[in-house]
T-cell receptor
């Protein structure tokens, strides 16, 4: 079945350092979504990418969808303590609304 | 809108008991999803509905699990009988097919502990 893997599983950074998480799907995706889950909270939608090679920015966050539409990345510039949480990518299974979530990357920011 | 509302927020039950989790999606949303989150298995999609009809329940782990959506504003996830390995956070989410973004709005979750 479809699998969505993320690396790294954990990342500890000093405040002000950059952070990147990578998402890889075993199948081509029609789109990819990113979510953030704060500790003890629920996943919150960040963005959706649809086009091959698409790049979108939200303030310090940069999202990229791979040319082959099988991978994606999230880059955070100059991390802040408010960036702490787990970042998930999610992709739809074979044209359905069955979104498969990635394994997640847990980010810890040290002040 | 108050967002997706789940109840209860926490549930502690004894093994063998029936557990019912409840969800009220955002008004007007036509998709409803039930997810389970554990440290070992991450976020797993259990079942999803479109316009109150179950579309894919392949993620439901066993026959002990069942879900219903009797109307557009209410869904339940039932576990009978419950087992300790069912302990997890269960999330309900809803979304609207706009043809563009299909973001899912998650509820606060129900933390289930089966002892």
């Amino acid at each position: 079945g479809q699998q969505v893997m993320q690396i790294p599983q954990y990342q500890h950074v000093q405040e002000g350092e950059d952070f990147t998480t990578y998402c890889n799907s075993s199948t081509t995706l029609s789109n990819i979504q990113w979510y953030k889950q704060r500790p003890g909270g629920h996943p919150v939608f960040l963005i959706q990418l649809v086009k091959s090679g698409e790049v979108k920015k939200q303030k310090r966050l940069t999202f990229q969808f791979g040319e082959a539409k099988k991978n994606s990345s999230l880059h955070i510039t100059a991390t802040q303590t408010t960036d702490v949480g787990t970042y998930f990518c999610a992709g739809p299974y074979s044209g359905t609304y069955k979104y498969i979530f990635g394994t997640g990357t847990r980010l810890k920011v040290l002040a | 809108d108050a967002g997706v509302i789940q109840s209860p927020r926490h549930e502690v039950t004894e093994m063998g008991q029936e557990v019912t989790l409840r969800c009220k999606p955002i008004s007007g949303h036509d998709y409803l999803f039930w997810y389970r989150q554990t440290m070992m298995r991450g976020l797993e999609l259990l079942i999803y509905f479109n316009n109150n009809v179950p579309i894919d329940d392949s993620g439901m782990p066993e026959d002990r699990f069942s879900a219903k959506m009797p109307n557009a504003s209410f869904s339940t996830l039932k576990i009978q009988p419950s087992e300790p390995r069912d302990s997890a956070v269960y999330f309900c989410a809803s979304s609207l097919d706009t043809g563009a973004d299909t973001e899912a709005f998650f509820g606060q979750g129900t933390r289930l502990t089966v002892v």
